[in-house]
């Protein structure tokens, strides 16, 4: 398997390859049945083979989309934090002092302005971060993951977590948001179109009679407003699965990015194995928000299972999958000892 | 369009990119610079921090005199040191003398019990980690720019323009060594730093 001879460089470049086709491909199917809707309801259509008309529907969802996450863009870390009710991390006790003190060592090693810290009152340990680009960023950790996790643990979850924050990824899920919003919002109209109107073809018709020049501009509205309904049928369900596919991408890639911080497959290995060991969900995470923790926090979606439809629709890998890559790149770097930066603790054999 | 706006087109996209090109190399040298004094940051910090330390510790250690007198020496050199050279040299002591430090404090559980002793401790890692990770990061900045700077065609205009390579951090060999703890009771010489 490839990822087995790559090394982290290899894989974070192979990551961003793959988000940026998932994208590519997310677009696409936004502009087709936004298009296809502007063809059929609206006045786009070709003419003597050039295309005319305004896609008035299409802009009309994206900026839906588009006002929808602004406000998640700048309100953004605060709303999700007061969700969770975290508070301010303070160095009241020597491990929020050492997690404070990863921070800011994981900051260094991602080149990046030093997060604020918070804390989630919450015995399962996990983390998230947030933040529209690195200087507006946050991370929170549960109180949980402070109190099971040693400093070389620590440092791969973090790094992992900053790695979100510096591959801007908290800015690249929100934007499939707006093209998930505006596909289904296109499809509803589609749905309320057919209703009123009884049916594609008519509909078609409907604006479109002054430009229809010849006989067989109405087959080809027919085809293109039966296209259009499979299509509105078809996309939110893709993408849906696209963009789970997208988040996926991106955590295996800041896994990646948080061996490229630390160096130390091991650290972010042992963390996972740990989480792995630990069964209860997160008190204060809800659909909205699972996303963003390091290891999906609700009930019954332990990314334990690895079957292929489990896995569609999951915003993580399978837990296994990604202890596996780890382990790859722990043993292409021969299992050695990491570099005496990651002095993780005071050395002694015991890390 | 006209020949001559397709030409003027071209001229404005090649100018453009020379630009980005330019100004991206300016970005990644800065950041190298950057990285280079963020290590001198850290490097700093850790002078401030040892005295404090050895105070805390001398009152338990009192068999480790050794021990503490390599770090305060080290890092009386490496405040002093004259040049970059000899700079450089005192701090890989001061690593190497740091980590026997820190090892053989684990000989002491007496050690464990004192709240100062304890954060000093954690203040002492964290610095020992940050200062690694500056050198990670500067050597990481290093690499970037220096791909930049060789990869076509960026090249061209860093060539034009005269970007320089930078030189990677070199860690010397007892920075990489883990040291060697001797767990004899009433302590004894820690084996000298490899040179």
Redesign the interface.
């Known amino acids: 398997m490839a990822a087995a001879r790559s090394d982290f460089w290899q894989l974070e470049r192979r990551n961003r390859r793959e988000t940026a086709m998932l994208v590519v491909v997310f677009v696409a199917l936004f502009t087709a049945l936004g298009l296809g809707l502007d063809f059929v309801f609206h006045d786009l259509a070709i003419v003597d083979g050039s295309l005319t008309g305004f896609p008035l529907l299409t802009l009309i969802a994206l900026g839906f989309g588009i006002f929808q996450s602004l406000l998640s863009y700048y309100g953004g870390a605060s709303l999700v934090l007061a969700s969770v009710q975290a508070r301010a991390l303070a160095p009241d006790t020597p491990q929020h002092q050492m997690v404070l003190d990863v921070v800011r060592e994981m900051a260094l090693a991602a080149r990046m302005p030093v997060p604020r810290a918070y804390l989630m009152n919450d015995p399962s340990p996990n983390a998230f971060a947030t933040g529209r680009d690195p200087e507006h960023s946050v991370v929170c950790v549960t109180q949980g993951l402070v109190d099971t996790m040693d400093r070389e643990e620590v440092q791969g979850v973090l790094g992992h977590e900053m790695a979100h924050v510096r591959d801007y990824d908290i800015r690249t899920m929100m934007m499939i948001a707006v093209l998930v919003a505006g596909i289904a919002m296109l499809a509803d109209f589609v749905y309320r179109s057919m209703w009123y109107t009884g049916g594609v073809g008519g509909g078609g018709g409907r604006s479109r009679g002054g430009r229809d020049d010849d006989g067989s501009g109405g087959n080809a509205g027919a085809l293109i407003g039966i296209l259009v309904v499979v299509l509105a049928v078809l996309a939110p369900f893709f993408a849906q699965l696209l963009a789970m596919a997208v988040s996926r991408e991106r955590e295996y890639l800041a896994d990646a990015a948080s061996v490229e911080f630390t160096r130390n497959p091991r650290a972010l290995l042992r963390a996972l194995e740990r989480i792995a060991e630990t069964e209860s969900p997160l008190r204060n995470a809800s659909r909205g928000t699972a996303h963003m923790f390091i290891v999906n926090p609700l009930q019954g979606a332990r990314d334990d299972d690895e079957g292929f439809f489990a896995n569609l629709f999951s915003t993580h890998p399978p837990l296994g999958r990604r202890i596996e890559r780890l382990r790859a790149l722990l043993n292409e770097a021969g299992g050695e000892a990491p570099p005496a930066g990651a002095a993780a603790a005071t050395p002694t054999p015991r890390r | 369009m006209s020949a001559s706006l397709v030409v003027l087109i071209i001229a404005i996209a090649i100018v453009g990119w020379a630009v980005l090109g330019y100004n991206g190399l300016v970005s990644l040298r800065n950041?190298v610079q950057n990285?280079w004094r963020?290590i001198d940051v850290q490097l700093r910090r850790r002078h401030d921090l040892i005295p404090n330390l050895v105070e805390a510790v001398k009152g338990y250690m009192q068999f480790e005199r050794d021990t503490l007198t390599q770090v305060v020496e080290a890092r009386a050199k490496a405040i002093s040191a004259p040049d970059q050279a000899s700079r450089m040299a005192a701090e890989n002591q001061l690593?190497g003398g740091l980590?026997r430090l820190?090892?053989v404090?684990?000989n002491y559980p007496q050690l464990k019990s004192d709240q100062n002793v304890?954060?000093l401790?954690?203040e002492l890692?964290?610095t020992?980690?940050?200062?690694?990770?500056?050198?990670?990061?500067y050597n990481?900045?290093v690499m970037q720019l220096n791909t930049r700077i060789e990869s076509f065609p960026t090249n061209l205009i860093a060539n034009n323009f005269g970007f320089k390579h930078a030189e990677y951090f070199q860690?010397a060999p007892e920075?990489?060594?883990?040291?060697k703890?001797d767990l004899a009771m009433g302590g004894g010489t820690p084996p000298p730093p490899r040179a």
């Open positions: 950041q990285a963020q690593t980590g820190l090892a404090m684990e304890l954060k401790q954690e890692t964290t020992e980690n940050q200062i690694a990770f500056s050198r990670q990061a990481d900045s860690g920075d990489q060594a883990v040291p703890v």
